[in-house]
């Protein structure tokens, strides 16, 4: 089993106990994410650390006011480590709007370029701005490997599928509530398919009292095998062979 989007940084407990819980439950790769300059490099940290873990450097849009050239090149300095794998979490955010949306745009800009440059995958965070998070990527991004981190948008998943991204699902599928969302799980092509916790957010609904942590993204597998009618080992074989060829971790 992976876990295709955690942020180690921000749980609680200790990142040695997080990699050692998730090993123990069969995690045995797992990309931690940086949403700023601080937590992309302890997301390098602990990907140096744990082989287990790798990274993704990014600026996530509620980060992005002010974002200049020197932002830019400090996650190109740090995108060169041989542990970063992925760009991101990018994207759009106009439900909190921790930036102005033309400060968001123009990070988002800079990251999808910057993944075009490293030849990494890209790892979009969209939130109330679906429409002009995909018109961005389609405007600037249509032939680079995309990853729809938290996948919430099951209106537009026929678009998502057709342009080839990779479509990640965290413990908010398994919610009573997300009756669409379920449905959309059902219909991703086994090769498009990620599972994800967003620890230490979105934790899955039978353990939903408790902070998430990576070992949990085995209660949202198993609630996306059941639901599309697989066993859990042939689920996590196919995440993880999805993984490796997105990320190219091996």
């Keep these: 089993m992976i876990d295709s989007h955690t942020h180690l940084d921000m749980c609680e ?5 997080l990699v050692g ?28 650390a744990f082989p287990q ?11 992005a006011r002010g974002f200049d050239e020197a932002d830019l090149a400090d996650l190109r300095a ?22 102005p949306r033309a400060d968001q745009k123009r990070a988002f800009a800079a990251q999808i370029e910057l993944a075009r440059e490293t030849g990494k995958p890209l790892v ?20 680079l490997s995309v990853v729809m981190h938290c996948f ?11 342009r080839g991204y990779a479509i990640s699902f965290a413990g908010n599928v398994t919610y009573r509530n997300a009756g669409d969302l ?7 092509p086994d090769e498009q398919l990620l599972v994800e916790t967003d620890a230490p957010y979105l934790t899955p609904q039978v353990v939903r009292k408790e902070p998430n942590q990576p070992a949990y993204v085995l209660h949202t597998a198993a609630f996306l095998a059941e639901l599309r009618g697989v066993e859990l080992d042939q689920l ?6 999805n993984a490796a060829r997105v990320f190219g971790w091996g």
């Design 53 to 63: 873990v790798y990274a993704a450097i990014g600026r996530h849009p509620n980060a």
């Design 78 to 99: 740090l995108a060169a480590h041989e542990r970063c794998v992925a760009i991101g979490e990018t994207g759009l955010d106009f439900y909190r709007e921790g930036a």
């Design 236 to 241: 996590g074989e196919t995440v993880e062979r």
């Design 13 to 17: 407990p200790p990142d040695a106990e």
């Design 182 to 188: 379920a449905e959309a799980a059902r219909h991703v």
């Design 152 to 162: 919430s948008m099951p209106g537009e998943l026929g678009e998502c599928l057709d």
């Design 21 to 48: 819980a998730a090993d123990a439950a069969g995690v045995r790769r797992m990309l931690t994410v940086g949403i700023d300059g601080a937590s992309c490099r302890a997301a390098l940290a602990a990907a140096e």
């Design 124 to 143: 979009i965070h969209t939130r109330a701005a679906e429409h002009e998070t995909l018109d961005q990527l389609a405007a600037e991004a249509s032939e």
